[in-house]
């Protein structure tokens, strides 16, 4: 019997990792194993799972689809090798990631079936994302490639302007995540035909950071307020004098909440036309 795999896909902060954690809180009875792709060396999104009784496989080669090859293939092994196998697999791709290549990957696997890609979308920030020339192409990929878009970060139901910007892109009924029954994602996707095209999308400079410094919590702030212009993603956990806080940057949005946590771990991403890793380094330590 085969087993379904469904790819988790949408640009950076769009809010994977809180669908997925979503998906394993609903009661469908399904065993599942998560692998979980993240740019850089280390793996925030691991971290991120909620549920620790959970199967999951952090990846951290940085871009699936750039290079796909041996990590997945080693990691999917690894799972269908374990008993119980999994029910269904899923699969969170890198936000950076081109979703079509890991479907096509997975096709050629006769131990596994493809039970399509779900895009998610930042519905808060996805008029900037068009409005850039650099991004739109990558971001607009991701959509076309869905066999079902939803969108996040949306309090209320979507205006008819986003829906018909989704829908001119191929979306299919773009649904507002908080509208759908997340159990639909295992059961009743039905996949498009899967076509070979990609579309290049631009280099991007990433950066990692691993201490136990305590940083003043007043000082955090103005650090924040005062990063790089091109840095458009990070993601980690900050030990400061008010305690830890898990930290999440989406463009221009910053949100901090209290966690619990022993060390500061962040990674940053942004495109290399924009910003350097020397850039993010020289922000970080205070140069």
Same mark, same amino acid.
């Given at each position: 019997?085969?087993?379904?795999?469904?790819?988790?896909?949408?640009?950076?902060?769009?809010?994977?990792?809180?669908?997925?954690?979503?998906?394993?809180?609903?009661?469908?009875?399904?065993?599942? +194993?998560?692998?979980?792709?993240?740019?850089?060396?280390?793996?925030?999104?691991?971290?991120?799972?909620?549920?620790?009784?959970?199967? +999951?496989?952090?990846?951290?080669?940085?871009?699936? /689809? /750039? +290079?796909?090859?041996?990590?997945?293939?080693?990691?999917?092994?690894?799972?269908?090798?374990?008993?119980? !196998?999994?029910?269904?697999?899923?699969?969170?791709?890198? &936000?950076?990631? #081109?979703?079509?290549?890991?479907?096509?990957?997975?096709?050629?696997?006769?131990?596994?079936?493809?039970? &399509?890609?779900?895009?998610?979308?930042?519905?808060?920030?996805?008029?900037?994302?068009?409005?850039?020339?650099?991004?739109?192409?990558?971001?607009?990929?991701?959509?076309?490639?869905?066999?079902?878009?939803?969108?996040?970060? !949306?309090?209320?139901?979507?205006?008819?302007?986003?829906?018909? #910007?989704?829908?001119?892109?191929?979306?299919?009924?773009?649904?507002?995540?908080?509208?759908?029954?997340?159990?639909?994602?295992?059961?009743?996707?039905?996949?498009?035909?899967?076509?070979?095209?990609?579309?290049?999308?631009?280099?991007?400079? +990433?950066? !990692?950071? %691993?201490?136990? #410094?305590?940083?003043?919590?007043?000082?955090? &702030?103005?650090?924040?307020?005062?990063?790089?212009?091109?840095?458009?993603?990070?993601?980690?956990?900050?030990?400061?004098?008010?305690?830890?806080?898990?930290?999440?940057?989406? &463009?221009?949005?910053? #949100?901090?909440?209290?966690?619990?946590?022993?060390?500061?771990?962040?990674?940053?991403?942004?495109?290399?036309? %924009?910003?350097?890793?020397?850039?993010?380094?020289?922000?970080?330590?205070?140069?």
């Amino acid at each position: 019997m085969r087993i379904p795999v469904t790819i988790i896909s949408g640009y950076l902060g769009a809010g994977k990792t809180t669908l997925i954690n979503s998906l394993l809180g609903e009661d469908h009875g399904l065993r599942l +194993s998560v692998l979980i792709n993240d740019f850089g060396s280390i793996n925030i999104d691991a971290a991120l799972i909620a549920d620790e009784s959970v199967d +999951s496989v952090a990846l951290t080669n940085g871009c699936v /689809c /750039c +290079s796909l090859g041996d990590d997945l293939a080693v990691s999917v092994n690894d799972v269908l090798s374990r008993t119980p !196998q999994p029910d269904h697999i899923l699969i969170e791709a890198s &936000g950076i990631a #081109e979703p079509v290549t890991i479907a096509n990957a997975l096709l050629s696997d006769s131990r596994l079936s493809y039970a &399509g890609i779900v895009t998610v979308v930042d519905g808060s920030n996805f008029a900037a994302l068009m409005d850039d020339p650099l991004l739109k192409p990558q971001v607009s990929q991701q959509i076309r490639a869905a066999d079902l878009v939803l969108i996040s970060k !949306q309090d209320e139901a979507p205006n008819d302007a986003l829906v018909a #910007e989704l829908s001119a892109l191929g979306a299919r009924t773009p649904t507002r995540t908080a509208d759908i029954e997340l159990s639909r994602l295992l059961f009743d996707i039905t996949p498009l035909p899967r076509g070979k095209s990609l579309v290049s999308h631009p280099g991007y400079v +990433s950066w !990692q950071h %691993r201490s136990t #410094e305590i940083i003043d919590r007043r000082a955090l &702030g103005d650090k924040l307020a005062e990063r790089p212009e091109g840095l458009y993603r990070m993601k980690g956990f900050v030990l400061t004098s008010g305690g830890a806080y898990e930290l999440h940057i989406v &463009g221009r949005h910053v #949100e901090a909440r209290r966690c619990d946590a022993e060390e500061t771990v962040l990674v940053a991403l942004g495109p290399a036309q %924009r910003v350097s890793h020397a850039q993010i380094e020289a922000w970080w330590a205070g140069r």
